[in-house]
């Protein structure tokens, strides 16, 4: 979340009690979303999660017109990427947005769930691996800030309730379908000395007929020892999650 195409962009603005004086504009309906799109790997917050291999990544979304909403996300994930037994990422969250002019105000909360995972096997608290956190983001234009915070211990890793993650974010449309966006963002994990980190991305999209073409590179200055994945499967093979990349994709909202 992990929120790969869709956790950089506030779609919200702000509402303020000045407009109770204005005519209410008619109600829209509720309206419900559905994405797909396809990754050559699957960067969450710069930390690699599918080993360097393609994420195959959907879900849906439903909002409604008072600014409510609720969604579902789904990605394939690697078991050796710290979720040992599982491939599977779920997240869940629901949320209020509020809108004045180009302002925006977005806060709710995010659950990650990953079954069939059992934490200990990875050296973690017991139990299926999972992730809890309430977020406020603000947004003006192109640009969006937010700020999360664990409400459990952070993916399993014992002692780390109270990790914060802040990302800041921009998306501009240059026109003709295509668009240009960035991300800097730090994560302060709970009582560690190695945990913390800072990531970045710059990227470019292009839409052709709904379908949305996007190159970005991804990097990190993660620690290489906390952030070492092992690949069992190819003899132990040592994987360092934070390495800069570049990442491929398509995906499409429907």
């Known amino acids: 979340m992990k929120k790969s195409l869709i956790a950089l962009a506030l779609v919200s603005a702000f509402a303020v009690p000045a407009f109770a004086e204005e005519a209410a504009p008619a109600a829209e309906a509720p309206a419900l979303t559905g994405n797909v799109g396809l990754f050559s790997s699957y960067r969450f917050r710069g930390i690699d999660q599918t080993m360097g291999k393609p994420a195959l990544q959907g879900g849906f979304d439903y909002a409604h017109s008072s600014g409510l909403y609720v969604g579902n996300w789904n990605s394939n994930v690697s078991s050796y990427a710290g979720y040992p037994g599982g491939n599977l990422e779920m997240d869940f969250y629901g949320g209020y947005k509020m809108a004045f002019g180009d302002f925006g105000l977005d806060v709710g909360g995010l659950y990650y769930y990953y079954p069939g995972t059992d934490g200990a096997a990875g050296g973690f608290k017991s139990g299926v691996v999972h992730n809890g956190e309430v977020y406020v983001g603000t947004s003006w234009k192109f640009l969006t800030?937010?700020?999360?915070?664990?409400?459990?211990?952070?993916?399993?890793?014992?002692?780390?309730?109270?990790?914060?993650?802040?990302?800041?974010?921009?998306?501009?449309?240059?026109?003709?379908?295509?668009?240009?966006?960035?991300?800097?963002?730090?994560?302060?994990?709970?009582?560690?000395?190695?945990?913390?980190?800072?990531?970045?991305?710059?990227?470019?999209?292009?839409?052709?007929?709904?379908?949305?073409?996007?190159?970005?590179?991804?990097?990190?200055?993660?620690?290489?020892?906390?952030?070492?994945?092992?690949?069992?499967?190819?003899?132990?093979?040592?994987?360092?999650?934070?390495?800069?990349?570049?990442?491929?994709?398509?995906?499409?909202?429907?």
Do not use: P, R
Not at 146 to 154: N, P
Not at 208 to 237: P, R
């Open 145 to 254: 800030l937010k700020a999360s915070y664990a409400v459990t211990d952070y993916f399993n890793a014992a002692n780390t309730k109270g990790t914060y993650y802040i990302d800041l974010g921009a998306a501009y449309d240059l026109g003709d379908g295509w668009g240009v966006n960035g991300h800097v963002g730090y994560l302060d994990l709970a009582h560690s000395t190695t945990g913390d980190y800072a990531d970045w991305k710059l990227g470019v999209t292009k839409d052709v007929g709904g379908y949305v073409f996007g190159l970005s590179y991804i990097g990190t200055d993660a620690d290489k020892t906390a952030y070492n994945w092992v690949n069992v499967a190819k003899g132990s093979q040592n994987f360092y999650a934070g390495k800069n990349t570049a990442v491929l994709s398509v995906s499409k909202t429907f």
